[in-house]
T-cell receptor
Framework: GAVVSQHPSWVICKSGTSVKIECRSLDFQATTMFWYRQFPKQSLMLMAT?????????EQGVEKDKFLINHASLTLSTLTVTSAHPEDSSFYICSARDGGRAYNEQFFGPGTRLTVL | KNEVEQSPQNLTAQEGEFITINCSYSVGISALHWLQQHPGGGIVSLFMLSSGKKKHGRLIATINIQEKHSSLHITASHPRDSAVYICAVSPIQGAQKLVFGQGTRLTINP
């Protein structure tokens, strides 16, 4: 149980295009989802926290108009990188909190590698 | 100084060796997490603990709340254990968010 999937697993796009990444909880209801960004050989950096049905809370320094987050259902959150540029190339990971489990337990997706040319 | 510090940053060992990775933190926490990240990038949650000791197969995690310190041990290490091991804490304030250590890159040679 507690499986989180992400789609796509990797994507290559041209500069200026928008890319949508999906994060799904497959066997539980995710009341909260988190989006992280990870640069090579660095730790995860929290970008935003999203609760189902409400606006995401962005961390300081993360542009909310650049990284659009939607958490429209208890099993799906999406991250859209708008007008992507090469500096947005990174590994994006989501995690989800199961509302029926311990408050501080998170389950991670397999990640999406974004390359912007 | 980071709120969560891990040591060592890199560790190379021979198959079969006993491995210890340490984690120290400076904030009050409700839980500590040990995560494993394989070269492909996916992250697996190994343990979540708030006191004492937990064991799963060849993995053992301990925590000392008073000393704000945790260790992850791997017994009879195997090349498939090669990964980055990340310590993360759930602070008492803002408990939904995780604060991550910088990770320990473990390589087990056959």
């Amino acid at each position: 149980g507690a499986v989180v999937s992400q789609h796509p697993s990797w994507v290559i796009c041209k500069s200026g295009t928008s890319v949508k990444i999906e994060c799904r909880s497959l066997d539980f209801q995710a009341t909260t989802m988190f989006w992280y960004r990870q640069f090579p050989k660095q730790s995860l950096m929290l970008m935003a926290t999203s609760n189902e049905g409400s606006k995401a809370t962005y961390e300081q320094g993360v542009e909310k108009d650049k990284f659009l987050i939607n958490h429209a259902s208890l099993t799906l959150s999406t991250l859209t990188v708008t007008s992507a540029h090469p500096e947005d190339s990174s590994f994006y990971i989501c995690s989800a909190r199961d509302g029926g489990r311990a408050y501080n337990e998170q389950f991670f997706g397999p990640g999406t590698r974004l390359t912007v040319l | 100084k980071n709120e969560v510090e891990q040591s060592p940053q890199n560790l190379t060992a021979q198959e079969g060796e006993f491995i210890t990775i340490n984690c120290s933190y400076s904030v009050g926490i409700s839980a500590l997490h040990w995560l494993q990240q394989h070269p492909g990038g996916g992250i697996v949650s190994l343990f979540m603990l708030s006191s004492g000791k937990k064991k799963h197969g060849r993995l053992i995690a301990t925590i000392n709340i008073q000393e704000k310190h945790s260790s992850l041990h791997i017994t009879a290490s195997h090349p498939r254990d090669s990964a980055v091991y990340i310590c993360a804490v759930s602070p008492i304030q803002g408990a939904q968010k995780l604060v991550f250590g910088q990770g320990t890159r473990l390589t087990i040679n056959p």
